[in-house]
């Protein structure tokens, strides 16, 4: 046998006993740092191993150090699992082994990579024309569709970003709801717009249209969010875009997780007139449950996007055309589209609608059971895969996710949602059952129970 037969082999014998094992296994993790960097062995070694002995002792050493993240009982932040066809097909991107920021390097990619782009536009009803990058994640998808729009707008004003920098130039501002993600804060660091202004939103932390439109003046970027992190409520698309286009700004959509809704014909309401948006960033790696790291930045002007981004160098050998690295910050990267493309092309239109249907599904039915418990105050309206309960007194809700914690069966995050401690539950996997629900929330109410 090859090295690289026995080194997979070992490879996949572990992997499958990992995902067998997801079913029963507690959700937090069973060892410290510590414990595996003892069992990894700290030492860098004087001699080396053969590549399955390697991967034998890595698997072996990490096992009990894994968060059950992929079970259908994990809850915490907004984390998919990963889909079967998405997973295998990210281990062909491993074999195959493609550097895929040039279309004529790598045809396979470039083929797989546009379906996958015009599939993705398709499904969340966005303009055709738009050119999708894929990103690392939400992050970098916020700051790629922001980059574009603040050299458009700054071009509008006159000034030549890219060959001027932006000392000197018109000030943009950058309006943002209240409970904008965090990450859009990090983006605009990144691209030296300092911190953003913050609009008043509504009792679901969505930004309110009359305090935007009274906030709106000059070169603007107005970031307007799918999906808040606690409630999953949507800003009134419709309404904030066409105030925001009134006055000349570049709307971008925050929608990591919510911008889903838009595959989803009974959650499609959420975000009507989110078509309307200049930019868009969303994860395939939370909803689409593909694994990491997967991101999309999505750009109506593809032009504004490859001036924003891309390089130019005499030797990358390239024309005109739109190539991946025109779409996204990085040169080199692996195929990421290429998963992508295997979920959608197994799950289909009906398939996709049909995960997020039953995601919030899950997260109804958390609600109702939830608010069985006597006590219990479910805190936001849940309209798509987001929960936010209260148990009472701050400590009580904080002695309840510690306990959840201890006991093993769920992993659900605590937080803090307009004042208040929350038990947070999100509801990302695609392999969560009912009956993954009924198990957690019997652990909630066994937890809650012992508390006074
Ligand atoms: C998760 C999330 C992000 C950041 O996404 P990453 O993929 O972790 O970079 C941004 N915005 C929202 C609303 C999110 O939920």
Redesign the pocket.
């Known amino acids: 046998m090859d090295p690289y037969t026995r080194a997979l082999d070992v490879a996949h014998e572990h992997a499958t006993s990992w995902l067998d094992s997801l079913e029963h296994r507690p959700v937090p993790p069973q060892a410290t740092i510590e414990e595996v960097v003892a069992a990894l062995g700290p030492d860098l070694p004087q001699h080396g191993c053969p590549p399955e002995e390697a991967i034998a002792l890595l698997a072996e050493a990490c096992d009990a150090g894994l968060t059950a993240m992929a079970s259908g009982r994990f809850f915490g932040f907004?984390i998919g699992g990963t889909h079967p066809a998405a997973r295998a097909a990210d281990w062909l991107v491993s074999a195959w082994d493609q550097n895929s920021g040039l279309r004529t390097l790598t045809p396979a990619h470039s083929a797989v990579e546009d379906i996958a782009g015009a599939w993705l536009l398709d499904l969340l009803g966005l303009p055709t024309e738009s050119a999708v990058g894929f990103t690392?994640?939400?992050?970098?998808a916020?700051f790629t569709g922001l980059a574009a729009g603040r050299d458009a707008v700054l071009r509008r004003a006159g000034w030549d970003v890219a060959r001027r920098g932006l000392t000197g130039g018109p000030p943009v501002r950058v309006l943002v709801g209240a409970e904008r993600?965090d990450?859009?804060d990090v983006a605009l660091r990144y691209l030296g717009l300092g911190a953003p202004e913050v609009v008043d939103v509504d009792d679901q932390g969505r930004i309110r249209a009359d305090a935007l439109e009274l906030a709106l003046d000059g070169p603007v970027l107005v970031v307007l969010?799918a999906?808040n992190?606690h409630s999953g409520a949507c800003v009134p698309f419709a309404e904030t875009v066409a105030i925001a286009h009134r006055h000349d700004a570049w709307v971008h959509v925050?929608g990591?997780?919510?911008l889903w809704a838009g595959a989803a014909p009974a959650y499609r309401h959420l975000v009507q007139g989110y078509e309307d948006a200049d930019s868009w960033?969303t994860?395939a790696?939370?909803t689409l449950n593909v694994p990491y790291d997967s991101?999309l930045c999505i750009v109506r002007d593809a032009a504004a996007l490859q001036a924003a981004m891309g390089a130019h160098g005499a030797y990358l050998v390239r024309d005109e055309t739109c190539q991946p690295l025109d779409k996204v910050p990085e040169l080199s990267r692996r195929g990421r589209a290429i998963p992508v493309w295997a979920v959608l092309r197994c799950l289909g239109r009906e398939g996709v609608a049909d995960l997020v249907e039953r995601l919030c599904m899950h997260a109804t039915a958390f609600a109702e059971a939830l608010r069985a418990i006597s006590g219990v105050t479910v805190l936001n309206d849940v309209v798509f895969t987001q929960v936010c309960a209260s148990f009472g007194s701050d400590e009580r809700t904080d002695e309840v996710v510690r306990r959840l914690l201890a006991d093993g069966t769920t992993w659900m995050t605590g937080s803090t949602w307009h004042g208040q401690r929350v038990l947070r539950i999100s509801v990302s996997n695609w392999s969560t059952t009912q009956e993954d629900v009924e198990r957690c929330m019997a652990a909630v109410r066994s937890v809650a129970s012992g508390i006074a």
Do not use: E, L, R, S
């Open positions: 907004v690392t994640g939400a992050t970098m916020n993600h990450t859009v969010q999906g992190i925050d990591a997780f919510g960033a994860d790696h939370k991101g």
